[in-house]
């Protein structure tokens, strides 16, 4: 059964306005970080649009002169090679599957992110703990046996959550691939002998695990179905709400 759909800001006042109750909790437990750095993360389905909206972000950033750093889901060259070939021959279980996202993440985390973040970044992550906790349930592991797995990862300073349409999303996908990948469809669960509408069920049973997590874990909902210039400035503005750019801004030189 589909869970009943968030409320998503659909205009800037009123986004900003939906995010105010959460700022004054938010801050506090920023506050009491160890280190002086800040991460934001987004968060969605497949065809959601957060990857081209955290890029545009992260240009805008960059040309700024800020001090950032970007991390991506399932990047890691530790267990890179151990996903591909699991991949190709279709050995993977969820509980095998759900393992090795997560020591990618703990590499990441321990090689990259906490580092920066120590050093005083602004770290942006294409996807973070909650994709597992969306996916991998979405595969049948035990969500507290996840939560347990990556507790060790701390809560963001902000996480937008870009929620499109199941049908917007997958429209978007199905476009642009040639051809949808055996795990990416969903087919190791029997979903669908058609991975089309595998690939539909699955993003589907993800996106309703993505809404259980709205309210729990805080996200700051984005619509994305909104233009995309019109999204990426309502993004900057929550950002500079949320989180103090100016303590990452480039240093001024002294004349």
Same mark, same amino acid.
């Given at each position: 059964?589909?869970?009943?759909?968030?409320?998503?800001?659909?205009?800037?006042?009123?986004?900003?306005?939906?995010?105010?109750? $959460?700022?004054? /909790?938010? +801050?506090?437990?920023?506050? !009491?970080?160890?280190? /002086?750095?800040?991460?934001?993360?987004?968060?969605?389905? #497949?065809?959601?649009?957060?990857?081209?909206?955290?890029?545009?972000?992260?240009?805008?950033?960059?040309?700024?002169?800020?001090?950032?750093?970007? &991390?991506?889901?399932?990047?890691? /060259?530790?267990? *890179?090679?151990?996903?591909? +070939?699991? @991949? $190709?021959?279709?050995? =993977? &279980?969820?509980?095998?599957?759900?393992? =090795?996202?997560?020591?990618?993440?703990?590499?990441?985390?321990?090689?990259?992110?906490?580092?920066?973040? $120590?050093?005083?970044?602004?770290?942006?992550?294409?996807?973070?703990?909650?994709?597992?906790?969306?996916?991998?349930?979405?595969?049948?592991?035990?969500?507290?046996?996840?939560?347990?797995?990556?507790?060790?990862?701390?809560?963001?300073? %902000?996480?937008?959550?870009?929620?499109? /349409?199941?049908?917007?999303?997958?429209?978007?996908?199905?476009?642009?691939?040639?051809?949808?990948?055996?795990?990416?469809?969903?087919?190791?669960?029997?979903?669908?002998? #058609?991975?089309?509408?595998?690939?539909?069920?699955?993003?589907? !049973? %993800? =996106?309703?695990?993505?809404?259980?997590?709205?309210?729990? #874990?805080?996200?700051?909902?984005? #619509?994305?179905?909104?233009?995309?210039? @019109?999204?990426?400035? =309502?993004? +900057? $503005?929550?950002?500079?709400?949320? %989180?103090?750019?100016?303590?990452?801004?480039?240093?001024? *030189? +002294?004349?």
């Amino acid at each position: 059964m589909a869970t009943a759909t968030p409320e998503i800001a659909t205009t800037e006042i009123s986004a900003s306005e939906s995010t105010t109750a $959460q700022a004054a /909790p938010e +801050r506090a437990l920023v506050a !009491k970080r160890p280190y /002086p750095g800040a991460l934001v993360v987004v968060e969605g389905i #497949d065809g959601s649009g957060k990857s081209t909206q955290l890029y545009l972000l992260k240009r805008w950033l960059e040309i700024g002169g800020y001090r950032i750093h970007f &991390t991506e889901w399932n990047s890691s /060259p530790l267990v *890179k090679s151990a996903t591909r +070939r699991g @991949k $190709q021959r279709r050995l =993977l &279980t969820p509980t095998t599957f759900s393992l =090795l996202h997560a020591a990618d993440f703990a590499d990441r985390w321990e090689r990259q992110i906490m580092p920066l973040l $120590q050093g005083g970044y602004l770290v942006l992550a294409d996807r973070y703990i909650y994709t597992a906790f969306a996916r991998d349930a979405a595969r049948g592991c035990s969500p507290h046996w996840l939560r347990n797995l990556y507790s060790f990862a701390p809560i963001p300073d %902000i996480t937008f959550y870009f929620r499109a /349409p199941l049908d917007v999303a997958v429209t978007r996908i199905i476009a642009g691939r040639p051809k949808l990948k055996y795990y990416e469809a969903g087919m190791d669960l029997g979903i669908s002998l #058609d991975r089309t509408e595998s690939f539909r069920i699955f993003q589907e !049973k %993800i =996106l309703n695990n993505y809404d259980q997590m709205v309210e729990t #874990d805080r996200f700051v909902l984005m #619509d994305g179905t909104m233009r995309v210039n @019109k999204l990426q400035k =309502l993004m +900057r $503005q929550l950002l500079g709400e949320r %989180i103090d750019l100016a303590h990452f801004a480039p240093k001024r *030189k +002294r004349k």
